[in-house]
């Protein structure tokens, strides 16, 4: 038992250490241990070994410590975005079927109307749980889970559908914790300040910095204000930040004014990060920026660009550099044939290694779909270059076909973003009656004021061929993104869709 043996190396080398912390609690690896066993027992009273726990909370210490007791009692953890409506949250649940569940204040109600039935407990009061029999290290008559059997259910972002659940194993968290500290080398000493929610794929790295031994901080929601706060209060060296959340901190006055000389390393990914971007949250945050290429179904992070690694200037404008496949991962590209591609040439990523997903969820149509031969289709359009990095053009559903012609829309964004007045731009298909499918770009102004068609048209004839230009031009408020800054393109083909279809002018806001 993988999960297990953190808990119990910790414990008995650094039983006073801090495992988590947030605002409420500070929790030592001692009391970490008593915990999750404490919880295990709970879980297993109303459980039986392969039962899924669900958790739907923002952000605590709790949260991690219900993933080593799903551990620890044979059962799968499944944490839920509490974002999510109650459509959608329903959806999960129909799929799933859980047996227990840990909830918050806000979690509580909801779950008790979607799910009556289902026992539940207020996710803070794990704490006040009684301690668990003696020996700790054992659960009842369970055991716990072994090593490939499912521990956890996490949801994939949804940003081309509906959501998949991707069955991860003990596993899939060992791969990762090898590969991240051969790839980062974080010390024990190294507070990491966790920021996405845990519901999300980067529990992954939180769980990384926990097996090394590394102090976990948890914000329950991400400010600017509160990430500052909690770098200078605790003393924070590593971090994982989205690009929305670079762009938050770089607008922020108190930026300035905070004392953030701790900070070591900043990961970024979860969508691409401009260039430009990265390079003035380096000079800002005064910490080196390391890119991190992610996949739920690859195991979490698996490419990984180093902050002193200088990439050449990208073959395709706007194709972003993930970098290079971390240790224990092997990353080819194919053509859409699938034979090998050359060096940038593009095609889709695939990738290979002990950490991938075990399934999705209840779909195996979808699982082997997915993975063929011990090969990960990402569904990432992309290509190699000729010193063995990785750059990503778009998702393969992304790519715009228009009359037998690939249309990358990264390519078309890059473009737009190089006017001063284009805050932000995304790139759709629309239907086409000539060519099948025609570009359509959604601009997010400065000012609202700002938006020039005729600008927008003339930059585009000056820097991209004919059959890459957009025949629409939408000006957009805010583009939508999900809880963890990853653009949603689906809303926005189906606004545009429906414009084709009304032949209405696009200069309306969106």
């Known amino acids: 038992m993988w999960l297990q043996q953190v808990l119990d190396q910790h414990r008995s080398s650094a039983p006073d250490a801090i495992a988590l912390r947030d605002v409420r609690r500070t929790v030592t690896w001692s009391r970490l241990h008593r915990d999750a066993h404490a919880l295990a027992h709970t879980i297993a009273a109303h459980t039986t070994p392969g039962d899924r726990v669900i958790m739907l909370s923002t952000n605590c ?15 799968i953890a499944v944490p839920l975005n509490p974002a999510l409506t ?12 859980p047996s227990y569940a840990l909830v918050d204040t806000s979690g509580l109600p909801r779950l008790e109307h979607l799910r009556p039935a289902l026992p539940l407990l207020a996710i803070n009061s794990v704490a006040d749980l009684p301690d668990p029999p003696a020996p700790a290290t054992a659960v009842g008559t369970l055991g716990g889970a072994g090593l490939t059997d499912p521990v956890m259910i996490l949801h994939t972002s949804a940003t081309t559908g509906s959501p998949k659940g991707v069955v991860c194993d003990q ?28 519901c999300h794929g980067s529990i992954t790295i939180a769980l990384d910095y926990l097996c090394a031994g590394a102090p976990v901080t948890v914000l329950d929601q991400f400010t600017p204000q509160s ?38 390393l900043v990961t970024h990914g979860g969508a691409p990060c401009p ?4 390079h003035a949250a380096a000079e800002a945050l005064g910490s080196g920026m390391r890119t991190i290429f992610g996949i739920t179904e690859g195991g979490g992070p698996v490419i990984s660009l180093a902050p002193d690694d200088k990439p050449e200037a990208p073959a395709v404008a706007g194709a972003t550099c993930a970098g290079r496949p971390m240790p224990g991962v092997t990353a080819r590209i194919t053509t859409t044939d699938g034979r090998p591609a050359h060096p940038y040439q593009a095609g889709i990523l695939h990738l290979k290694s002990a950490g991938l997903m075990r399934s999705y969820w209840n779909n195996p149509q979808a699982t082997t779909q997915t993975i063929v031969d011990g090969w990960l289709n990402t569904g990432d359009f992309g290509y190699q270059d000729a010193d063995g990095r990785i ?5 393969r559903s992304d790519l715009i076909l228009r009359g037998g012609q690939n249309v990358y829309p990264a390519e078309i964004e890059h473009v737009l973003r190089t006017l001063e007045w284009v805050t932000e731009a995304a790139v759709v298909p629309a239907p086409c009656d000539t060519s099948g499918q025609t570009p359509v770009a959604f601009i997010q102004p400065t000012a609202t004021d700002d938006f020039d068609e005729r600008e927008l048209i003339a930059h585009c004839i000056r820097n991209l061929a004919g059959y890459k230009r957009p025949t629409r031009f939408i000006p957009i408020r805010t583009l939508p993104r999900n809880t963890v800054g990853k653009l949603l393109r689906r809303p926005l083909e189906q ?6 279809c009304s032949n209405e002018p696009g200069r309306r806001p969106a």
């Open 86 to 97: 109650d459509r959608e949250l329903s959806a999960i649940l129909q799929q799933v079927t």
């Open 275 to 278: 260039p430009e971007l990265a």
């Open 495 to 500: 606004h545009a869709a429906d414009l084709a």
């Open 391 to 395: 750059w990503i053009l778009n998702r």
């Open 171 to 198: 596993n899939y968290f060992r791969h990762q914790a090898f590969s991240w500290q051969a790839e980062i080398g974080q010390a024990q000493r190294d507070t990491y300040l966790h920021t996405s929610p845990l």
């Open 61 to 75: 210490v709790e949260i991690l410590a219900t993933v080593f007791a799903c551990a620890l009692s044979a059962t």
């Open 227 to 264: 990430f500052l706060t909690a770098v200078e209060q605790w003393q924070v060296r590593h971090t994982f930040l989205v690009p929305t959340m670079l762009r938050l901190l770089l607008d922020c006055r108190q930026l300035s004014e905070s004392d953030l000389t701790s900070l070591r």
